[in-house]
């Protein structure tokens, strides 16, 4: 593909404007996170303040780079071959990645069991050695030459750090869906035949929330957790890589990473936040009215219709949620 303006400052500046709108949604999940959970872990207020440090020292990088590409080097296109900012990008954005990729590493580590647990194991040691590579490679940008001498010599490094940040959200996502999924067909066991007795019961008017109810519980829960399992940041990663392979010697590919640490901070951060309305989501209390069954006359002592009768005759019964947590020693979700 040849090289133009188009697919490479242009790419640049797509790329760092949607890296600073998500860094405003960073910081505004970063609010509603310390102003709902004051009361949290420390280790958890020092998680989510680190990640934005590291944000904002990333987007100072790329708005750097960007201003000294397209205003300072303005009219000398050929001189913008080398992109220091985007080496100290890339060192910040590797440890990004790793702090959000070691926290639902350990999220598999509590919930799985053994030993499927050491899934979670695995995919930290891996994001460890990644966030090793992504030191290197940052260097690499900063002190070779040209941005095209950094593609022809670190290209197998690249792309191995691509493979492995896709490899893992993949990996988390399909563990911590997999594991849901498993627990949401043995928590409605229950329910279900419930619904099937009412069912059966039933044979005039049978007024039931329920579905409605398991599918905001079930839907939301699902939601939440796609989000916070990497499916996100696993398809953003995928892009990347696919764009690096396909066309390495424009600058698309660097447009699509930019915004790639961003996605990981704010999965952390809706999955932090998110907790308040899964726990009021599975503690509300659910009621569930079914008309009594029996013979009735043609009229009623009150003149009513015999529909009319049974629809004011109802059993009312209440179901409460029971949320079964585990916990490790540390308290994971408090």
Not at 90 to 98: D, E, F, R
Request: aromatic share 12%; hydrophobic share 45%; charged share 15%.
């Amino acid at each position: 593909m040849e090289i133009t303006i188009s697919n490479t400052f242009g790419a640049l500046e797509i790329g760092s404007s949607v890296a600073g709108f998500l860094f405003g949604v960073v910081t505004l999940q970063c609010y509603l996170y310390f102003s709902r959970f004051d009361d949290d872990r420390l280790a958890f207020k020092a998680l989510v303040a680190t990640v934005w440090l590291l944000e904002l020292g990333q987007t100072v990088a790329v708005l750097y780079e960007v201003y000294r590409s397209t205003i300072l080097l303005y009219g000398r296109p050929y001189g913008a071959v080398k992109f220091p900012g985007f080496g100290g990008a890339t060192i910040l954005g590797g440890l990004i990645t790793a702090l959000v990729q070691w926290f639902f590493s350990y999220r598999l580590w509590s919930v799985l069991p053994s030993p499927w647990r050491y899934v979670g194991l695995m995919c930290a040691l891996a994001a460890f050695a990644r966030a090793v590579m992504c030191i290197y490679d940052g260097i690499e940008v900063i002190v070779l030459p040209s941005a095209f001498a950094f593609a022809l010599d670190t290209q197998p490094l690249t792309t191995a750090l691509f493979v492995m940040g896709a490899s893992i959200d993949v990996t988390i996502a399909i563990s911590m869906v997999y594991f849901l999924t498993h627990k949401r067909e043995k928590s409605l066991n229950r329910v279900t035949k419930l619904i099937d007795r009412l069912i059966g019961f039933s044979i005039r008017e049978l007024h039931v929330d329920l579905h409605r109810y398991i599918y905001i519980l079930t839907g939301t829960y699902h939601s939440l957790m796609h989000l916070g399992t990497g499916l996100v940041t696993s398809i953003a990663a995928v892009s990347v890589l696919i764009l690096y392979r396909t066309m390495p010697v424009n600058f698309i590919y660097l447009g699509a990473y930019l915004p790639l640490a961003k996605l990981y901070s704010n999965s952390l951060l809706s999955a932090l936040n998110a907790r308040s309305s899964l726990r009021d989501t599975v503690s509300k209390s659910l009621s569930v009215e079914v008309p009594r069954i029996g013979t009735h006359r043609a009229t009623s002592s009150k003149g009513l219709s015999p529909d009319r009768e049974a629809y004011n005759n109802v059993i009312s019964i209440e179901m409460k949620t029971t949320t079964q947590v585990k916990a490790d020693s540390t308290d994971y979700w408090s």
